[in-house]
């Protein structure tokens, strides 16, 4: 079952998004995932970070459009919703700040 907004859209429950290794950041074998809508960048990181076999202490970074990095507590059902492309939202990540 899918939720509405608060502007009266459909909320989906899951998303799909593209991850993509930037600088030193470890490359992951799947690059496409469809997580929960009402994740944050947080929990995206924690999940992340135990894939790639990163300790808690090691950082890792995401962006949006190879320019902001979005705040942890950001929905990813938020930054899917503006700034999706052929229903994916893309991401960098890198262990290291590359943008913004």
């Known amino acids: 079952m899918q939720g509405s907004g608060?502007?009266?859209?459909?909320?989906p429950k899951k998303v799909d998004v593209l991850?993509?290794?930037t600088g030193d950041a470890p490359i992951l074998t799947q690059t496409r995932w469809n997580v929960r809508a009402e994740w944050t960048i947080a929990d995206l990181m924690v999940n992340i970070k135990k894939i790639l076999k990163l300790q808690p202490s090691e950082s890792l970074f995401f962006y949006v459009n190879q320019a902001f990095a979005p705040p942890l507590d950001e929905k990813l059902s938020n930054l899917h919703e503006v700034y999706a492309t052929n229903g994916k939202l893309a991401?960098?990540?890198a262990k290291a700040e590359a943008w913004g």
């Open 6 to 11: 608060s502007s009266g859209q459909v909320v």
């Open 19 to 21: 991850l993509k290794a």
């Open 91 to 93: 991401l960098h990540y």
